[in-house]
């Protein structure tokens, strides 16, 4: 879905059906880096079972114009301008890793907006190695392939996508290689410079789910488990032996603890 945002060209990815902003809307945030199709695998399953799913592209991100927004309270207040201009009154909010310091500062900031928030791979504070941050701004090719190689788990290095003729590094180098050229400097600095996850998930009242890997290399389970014991309300569900990219490593584990969360009343 082609959407204008302040003037801005946005791209949605619906999950292949209308979008029914009076629906139970569910929103998902990508990671840094990354795009609506960090989420191929989760949009339209969830479209195609009764959800009203939107996946956007960030600004400068995908298939997103504009220029990528450098903090995570400005990518907040942007997902709440997409909702105001979508007349969505309140949405789900789904975050991977720096999707989920979007969705707590979201929750957090605008609680009457947000019914629930479900965080996968993340953590309260995601610093960053300034030599990736270097990287990311003078070698973007070497910063993609280190945080694709990075992010996935051993299944990922040891054979081809569980879905025929599919390769999970592959697919991920060219997911990242879509974005404008400063996408991933912005988002590394956004994560890097953020101190308000402790805060926010503190201010949280709404139900939420974590859904962390055991593996995880670059938001560690401790640091997930931390984020969940923070909040008021929450679930925790742990899947052995996934690497950071879950929704793609391990979509059927992610597709359904997200649906008994998402159905719950």
């Given amino acids: 879905m ?3 945002l302040d003037g801005t060209d946005i791209h949605i990815a619906t999950g292949g059906r209308s979008f029914d902003a009076t ?3 569910v929103v998902m945030l990508h990671g840094s880096g990354q ?7 989760q949009s339209r399953y969830f479209a195609y079972r009764g959800f009203a799913v939107l996946a956007p592209d960030f600004p400068g991100h995908g ?3 504009g220029t990528p927004w450098t903090s995570i309270e400005d990518m907040a207040r942007w997902v709440i ?9 309140q949405a789900t ?11 707590l500062e ?4 605008y609680p009457d907006r947000v019914k629930r928030v479900a965080l996968i791979a993340g953590a309260l504070a995601i610093p960053v190695n300034q030599q990736l941050l270097d990287m990311s701004d003078q070698a973007l090719a070497k910063a993609i ?7 996935h788990g051993a299944m990922a290095h040891m054979h081809d996508n569980t879905q025929p003729g599919h390769s999970f590094i592959g697919y991920g180098n060219r997911l990242m290689a879509l974005n404008d050229n400063d996408a991933l400097r912005a988002d590394l600095t956004a994560c890097n410079n953020y101190q308000g996850g402790a805060a926010a998930a503190a201010a949280i009242k709404q139900p939420a789910l974590c859904i962390l890997a055991e593996k995880d290399r670059m938001t560690p389970l401790k640091f997930g488990r931390e984020m969940a014991a923070a909040l008021a309300t929450v679930e925790t569900n742990v899947i052995a032996a996934a690497g950071h990219m879950l929704p793609a490593e391990y979509p059927a584990e992610v597709n359904a603890a997200l649906r008994a969360f998402c159905e719950q009343s």
């Fill in 2 to 4: 082609k959407h204008q």
């Fill in 35 to 41: 795009n609506h199709l960090t989420w191929v695998l």
């Fill in 145 to 151: 392939g280190i945080m694709t190689s990075w992010g």
């Fill in 63 to 65: 298939l997103s114009g």
């Fill in 81 to 89: 301008a997409l909702l105001d201009s979508l007349d969505v009154p």
């Fill in 93 to 103: 909010l789904v975050g991977h890793s720096q999707g989920c310091l979007v969705a």
């Fill in 23 to 25: 629906g139970n809307v």
């Fill in 106 to 109: 979201a929750a957090a900031t």
